[in-house]
């Protein structure tokens, strides 16, 4: 039990256009949801936390505008990157907590921005 | 202000050599605590966790780690690395589920 899919694994978009990522909790309910941004060699950096149903609360520095996140159910999470260029490539992981232990997280997508 | 640290940024030990990787957190309270392993380009991994009880925690892979309180530490040991060890450590914090910066572990042959 307790898994997270993340969708898609990688996508390859052109700079302007945006790249929506889903996150979603398959086998439970997930009160709270996180997004991270990885970069090559470097460690998670938190970007957002989501409750399902409110604005998401975004860790300082970090776009809300550009970075769209929709937590419209309690499975669904979805992070948009609006006007994608260059510098966003990145590599996104999602995570999906049900409010007792661990959160869950799922596999990344690996976005390119060309 | 809240934070987790993890001091080494590279550690390289030999196989079969013993390892410890250390992580320090900054919280008002005791949090949950987790060490997660990353490969490359791969997900995470949770390797143990640590909410209350027992300060020793057996995890996945033989890698257990110790919660010292008075020291605001929660460091990943095992006895014996192999060589499918090497990757990506992070330790993290349930508060707000932030990370470590993380220690790349290299296994010598």
């Known amino acids: 039990g307790a898994v997270v899919s993340q969708h898609p694994s990688w996508v390859i978009c052109k700079s302007g256009t945006s790249v929506k990522i889903e996150c979603r909790s398959l086998?439970?309910?997930?009160?709270?949801m996180f997004w991270y941004r990885q970069f090559p060699k470097q460690s998670l950096m938190l970007m957002a936390t989501?409750?399902?149903?409110?604005?998401?609360?975004?860790e300082q520095g970090v776009e809300k505008d550009k970075f769209l996140i929709n937590h419209a159910s309690l499975t669904l999470s979805t992070l948009t990157v609006t006007s994608a260029h260059p510098e966003d490539s990145s590599f996104y992981i999602c995570?999906?907590?049900?409010?007792?232990?661990?959160?869950?997280f799922g596999q990344g997508t690996r976005l390119t921005v060309v | 202000a809240q934070s987790v640290t993890q001091p080494d940024i590279h550690i390289t030990v030999s196989e079969g050599a013993s390892l410890e990787l250390r992580c320090n957190y900054s919280?008002?309270?005791?949090?949950?605590l987790f060490w997660y392993v990353q490969s490359p380009g791969q997900g995470l991994q949770l390797l143990l966790k640590?909410?209350?009880?027992?300060?020793l925690v057996q995890g996945i892979k033989g890698f257990e780690a110790e919660f010292k309180r008075s020291q605001s530490s929660f460091n990943l040991r095992k006895p014996s690395v192999h060589w499918s060890d090497a990757a990506e450590y992070f330790c993290?914090?349930?508060?707000?589920?932030?990370f470590g910066a993380g220690t790349r572990l290299t296994v010598k042959p």
């Open positions: 640590y909410f209350s009880g027992d300060t």
């Open positions: 989501s409750n399902e149903g409110s604005k998401a609360t975004y």
């Open positions: 919280y008002g309270a005791t949090p949950y």
């Open positions: 995570s999906a907590d049900r409010g007792d232990t661990e959160a869950f």
């Open positions: 086998d439970f309910q997930a009160t709270t």
């Open positions: 993290a914090v349930k508060n707000d589920m932030r």
